[in-house]
């Protein structure tokens, strides 16, 4: 059967069926597109099809040839009708055969989308007044503000109608034929949780709003600081001392009014990240620390999201694209001994330009409209590394590492780097688990409003730190928890200047567990 | 004995004081290849920290080593 064909008579799904099965094939996905009985408000009763067919046939095999390339699907095909159609005919038909079911779902929404976007198709319709009209291709989808014409053009109604709404103007994205309306319409339909708001997060953020994005929510618990600037030029001078996430916000609703902007002024933990995750279609880590790293890999792989990883060093940056397939790896697979934060530097210890985050966090932006897109984001999973200083870019394949089974694992406390002053765990069992103390310093009226199953046995309150010697052996390996992890870091640093080595506090705190 | 390229990043350029150097060694392995670079250069990743790509693939560290090799030793990082 032909990639893109024209019909007469009704589609014969049966056929178009048999005619994409392979015994390589785990998935068949098929879409069709019916006869419905009003369009804007009006009752309707009938329709006919007329296509440029000599255009349009060749529009259209370039499209299911498009889609077999960037999905990597065995078969696609597309029928079109043309002529009279009644209410609840099929007008349109799609079936794409696959190895796996992922692909084949993004083929047949990516051959749809076009097909209704580029292929030059008119629809006239016959209205239960007696009217008819015609009301052609989606390209032009709103009469009379159009002319028919080169494939630029067709993208002005669109562009007009939403940015007479907010003041944006989508146009010269609109203009790739990858995105088009369709395109522009999945990118306001989009959800992009981005973890971070710090020279990754600056430029992810930005472009995200720009380009459309409908909803993006900011994880980030810190405050502008003043030599955070010459790398994140989101803020001001006068932003300092301000919650990032909250300052990013509203610069963010002044770029694109339509995107809905969720700030959630707090550290990404294991207990918080999938609540808010399970509500967004991906999301780019940008964060500073392996802890949250991890946090973020395995809420990714536990829910099945994308996610764009990125780092910095100096003037070098790693780039990772993680898609939940089972032939995927994900960030454990690359690290299976999860690194330690403080054993090799952040930026402010290693420093930084401010254009190498920029240049990475501007990588994660592309990789992550590509995705909402429904454009390949990779080909093969890689790990591409960034040297900015000798220019060099080298993309190193990776695969999914047989000893990985995606899931997180549990610090040990003979794996902690001593450097390190605050831990994060995913639950309070993990934190039992990794074979540190854990002390709860928090007063005895907090502990009597806990629950029984939240009870931590060691309990020395912080008053009574401060009133003398901690009650301490000075050689033990203590976890001091607290409500928030605000205490225990103070006790933690307190207690180390008076030569305990190994006490560390843990981050966020019981309410991480929530 | 058997020439090959390395290339170095992060902490790993910062301690060898370049990013890229030709060598002829005698390791077999890329394992065996770190540790005669790690004493050279001082390095204080241990191994077990670190990737490496052999020809722009990540391998195993007990992967046999050819003539011309393209090594890449990669350290995690984490600024953002």
Known sequence: MRAFSFSSTPIDTASGRAALADPACGGYVTFEGWVRDHNEGRAVQRLEYEAFAALAEAEGERIVTEAIARFGVQRAACVHRVGDLGLGEMAVWVGVSSRHRAEAFAACRYIIDEVKHRVPIWKKEHYADGATEWVNCERCAHPGEHVHGAPAAAAAPDIAAVGAATGADFSRQIALPEVGAAGQQRLADGAVLVIGAGGLGVPVLQYLAAAGVGRIGIVDGDVVEASNLHRQPLYGVSDVGKSKAAVAAARLRELNPATTVAVHAERATAGNIGDWLGRYDLVVECSDNFATKFVVNDAAVSLGKPAVFASVYQYEGQLQVYLPREDWPCLRCLWPEAPRDGLVGNCAQAGVLGPVPAMLGAMQAMQALKILLGLPAEAVPALHVFDLLGMHWRTIKSARNPGCDHSPRELQASAIDPATLEILFPTLEAAHASGLTLVDIREAWERAMDSPERQIEWHLPLSAFMQGAPALPPDGRYLLVCAHGVRSLALAEHLRSLGYPQVYSLIGGLAAFE | ?80
């Open chain 2, 1 to 80: 004995m058997k020439t090959i390229t390395l290339q170095y990043f992060a902490v790993l350029r910062e301690q060898a004081g370049c990013s890229e150097e030709r060598l002829t060694t005698a390791a077999a392995t890329p394992a065996e290849l770190y540790e005669e670079v790690r004493v050279r250069h001082g390095f204080t990743l241990p191994l077990a920290m670190l990737r490496v790509a052999v020809n722009d693939e990540f391998r195993e560290w007990s992967t046999p080593l050819v003539a011309n090799d393209r090594v890449v030793f990669i350290p995690p990082v984490a600024g953002g």
